[in-house]
């Protein structure tokens, strides 16, 4: 793959990220390459003319992102019908998908320049919430997860869930997380989910805090289709994709999950395995001043 137009988009509420891109869009036009910079992060510099992120995707071969995880997932949201390779740049925290830091950035564009590079295909899956099961009022492509949480605290919410059409339980709970393999470090782990390697395709169904201590979670093949409708009388509920976007469940609602045609195409790092990125994130084999425990 010949890499000659690259797309840029940043986090715009991180202070420095104007002088990253400048930096980044100086280096890559020295090389002789075509750069497309977002409307947005556009706006935050003099002289600059940026494009909707669209028709980034649409121009470029491939996209630079500086920011976090959450920039991230908006970016793959947003070009989600796009098969277009995206690199992250970490400026943030915690980034299970921003997999290059600042100070690797030349050393790893360089490579993928050369041809020097490796990608994964990301499962992402398809949302469609009815009301009252009968009129679409949201559709969406996420990568992370779905999140129906109840809407007030003090009541658990009824979901009841089936898979292909076929009835699985009604969760009594303080909600229910359907996640990919990529969002399984996210929300679900914190809920006593379990680590899916983000290379398979599977769907995890994770209810969070249920009443009944027998409901544990799923793991299902990519081929099942999920039907949660809400039962609930009191405040009702709230339904969350990618932890960005969110819209209020009435009382017999519904919220059907399954694998999405589009994928999300990531540039892996060149230094670092997934492995390695768990180790780091989770601070495995970490001692109580910060030092390595090695086996």
């Not at 669209?54 to 920011?67: C, N, T, Y």
């Not at 019908?81 to 950035?105: A, K, Q, R």
């Not at 709970?173 to 782990?189: H, N, V």
């Not at 249920?210 to 949660?228: G, Q």
């Amino acid at each position: 793959m010949t890499i000659r137009k690259i797309g840029i988009i940043a986090n715009t509420d991180k202070e420095r990220s104007p002088e990253y891109v400048a930096q980044l869009r100086e280096w890559l036009c020295e090389r002789g390459l075509e750069v497309f910079l977002d409307e947005g992060i556009a706006g935050m510099m003099s002289g600059v003319t940026g494009v909707s992120r669209k028709e980034l995707a649409a121009r470029a071969d491939l996209l630079v992102v500086f920011g976090g995880d959450g920039t991230m997932l908006r970016t793959a949201r947003s070009v989600a019908e796009f098969d277009i390779p995206i690199v992250g740049i970490n400026t943030g925290g915690l980034g299970y998908l921003t997999e290059v830091n600042l100070n690797e950035m030349t050393d790893a564009l360089e490579r993928i320049l050369r041809g020097d590079f490796t990608t994964e295909k990301r499962m992402m899956l398809d949302v469609l919430i009815r009301r009252q099961g009968r009129d679409p009022v949201r559709e969406s492509h996420i990568l992370n997860d779905v999140v129906i949480n109840r809407a007030d605290l003090s009541r658990i919410v009824e979901l009841e869930t089936a898979v292909n059409d076929h009835y699985l339980t009604t969760f009594k709970a303080d909600g229910l997380i359907l996640a990919t393999p990529t969002g399984s470090t996210a929300y679900s782990l914190s809920a006593g989910g379990p680590i899916v390697f983000p290379d398979q395709d599977a769907i995890i169904l994770n209810p969070i805090c249920p009443h009944t201590l027998s409901n544990r979670p799923i793991i299902l093949p990519e081929s099942a289709v999920m039907k949660v409708t809400l039962w609930s009388k009191e405040a009702g509920a709230t339904v969350s994709l990618d932890g960005q976007t969110t819209f209020t469940l009435r009382d017999g609602d519904s919220v059907t999950v399954q694998k999405s045609p589009f994928v999300t195409t990531l540039v892996s790092s060149p230094h670092r395995d997934y492995l390695e990125i768990l180790r780091t994130k989770l601070g495995w084999g970490v001692g109580p001043a910060g030092e390595r425990i090695l086996p």
